[in-house]
């Protein structure tokens, strides 16, 4: 499998992870809808910070092996990201409007994990089917790199050593096993000789 695929399918599995913590954190419980805007952007703004983070990874991973499905790709990210961006607005406000009911800010975050599906089962979907040229393009560029990486691994002096001093006993015995075959087909050689004068005396009985 190719990396971009195993990252691509980390990173839903993190932004579902995110998206489950949300919900059962803060839209399962009426005590966010009570409190300021201030307490809950404190409360939440590590986590919609990573969700916005994990999604536009998730969108360019999404571009990069399926590009034909550009047009549906960034269709499902703005309908994702246009709540979660309407959350964060709400902070931007001017002072005396930041400290106001957290009903909406709660009301856009439900709009965010609503959207959020059609965005995964597609992220999911091109994860399982990529484009097939760019898929034999990617496995091609992470095979030389690959070889690359080989190339520049320093080995260790003493591991050096003791592949030379394996690499001469071979060279060595390379003679003596052509010698060893050489003496194999002469004495198969004589066998079969010997079979003949044997099979002859026989019949001469």
Request: aromatic share 8%; glycine share 2%; proline share 3%.
């Amino acid at each position: 499998m190719l990396l971009i695929i195993k990252d691509l399918e980390s990173k839903i599995n993190y932004l579902e992870d995110l998206l489950g913590k949300v919900s059962s954190e803060i839209l399962a419980n009426v005590f966010y809808e009570r409190i300021s805007l201030e307490e809950l952007w404190s409360r939440s703004e590590a986590d919609i910070v990573a969700i916005r983070k994990a999604a536009e990874e998730i969108r360019d991973m999404m571009l990069t092996l399926k590009p034909e499905r550009a047009s549906s790709i960034r269709r499902a990210f703005k309908e994702f990201m246009q709540p979660v961006n309407s959350f964060i607005e709400l902070f931007k406000k001017l002072p005396e409007q930041y400290y106001g009911n957290s009903k909406q800010a709660i009301d856009h975050l439900r709009g965010a994990i609503a959207e959020s599906q059609g965005f995964i089962n597609l992220a999911k979907e091109i994860a399982k089917n990529p484009s097939d040229g760019i898929f034999e393009i990617l496995k091609l560029k992470e095979v030389y790199e690959a070889k690359e990486y080989i190339s520049r691994v320093s080995i260790p002096e003493a591991v050096y050593a003791r592949l030379e001093h394996l690499k001469r006993n071979m060279e060595a015995l390379k003679p003596r096993i052509s010698s060893l075959e050489q003496a194999a087909q002469e004495l198969v050689r004589q066998m079969d000789k010997l079979q003949e004068e044997i099979s002859k005396f026989q019949r001469s009985q």
